[in-house]
Structures are given as C-alpha cells and as structure tokens.
Nanobody, 121 residues
C-alpha cells in the first residue's frame, strides 16, 4: 500500500503562486511514477503533470505549460507542484497519485485525499 498526503492548497489571487506538496509513505518503491491531477467543479479529473522517481518530468495541458513545475525529493518521498501565474480557471481540487508512468487516471493505483486550490479574480 501507498499512502499519499497532499498539502499546500488555499485561496490565492489571480497572478499569485502556490506550492503543493505530496508526501508518500508505504511501498513507494514499487510505484514508478507520481502525478498531479485536478478536478474542477462539474468537470472531469484531468492530468496536470507527472514525474518518474528515477527522473524526468512530463506535462500535459498546454494551458499549464510554463506555469506549473513538478519536482521531487527522493530522500523525503515527496513531490511538489509549483504553480505560478495562477488563473481563476485553475480553481480545482488537486490530487496526488502514484502508479505507472502516464497521463491516464487508470494508470495510477493510489490517490491522496486532494487539496483545494481557489484562485480569485
């Protein structure tokens, strides 16, 4: 089992920044990748960014390219999502996930409880 705990969400004005953290515990070595997804009200959950524990980053949504940066600290079993130039449309619950490399929800077996990010205009 893998346990994931997100933190760092909150309320921020448009143009501001937030850094989300996801601490992983348990059999983390058995999962090759971590990812961030988000789900806005009334919308489907979407892939934000993913990273392999061994290195490398991938991004999915063009609207987030250059604004969001995912990183990891292997020693702490923690991944981060640095979000800059936030827009009201970034408002969502952000989820951390652990599983195989990819951009599909089905590729991730373990999920955190989510952290709310609200961007005011």
């Amino acid at each position: 089992q893998v346990q994931l705990v997100e933190s760092g969400g909150g309320l921020v004005q448009a143009g501001g920044s937030l850094r989300l953290s996801c601490a992983a515990s348990g059999r983390t070595f058995s999962r090759s990748a971590m990812a961030w997804f988000r789900q806005a009200p009334g919308k489907e959950r979407e892939f934000v960014a993913g990273i392999k524990w061994s290195g490398g980053s991938i991004y999915h949504a063009e609207s987030m390219e250059g604004r969001f940066t995912m990183s990891r600290d292997n020693a702490k079993n923690t991944v981060y999502l640095q979000m800059n130039s936030l827009k009201p449309e970034d408002t969502a619950v952000y989820y951390c996930a652990a599983g195989s490399v990819g951009a599909l929800m089905s590729q991730y077996e373990f999920w955190g409880q989510g952290t709310q990010v609200t961007v005011s205009s």
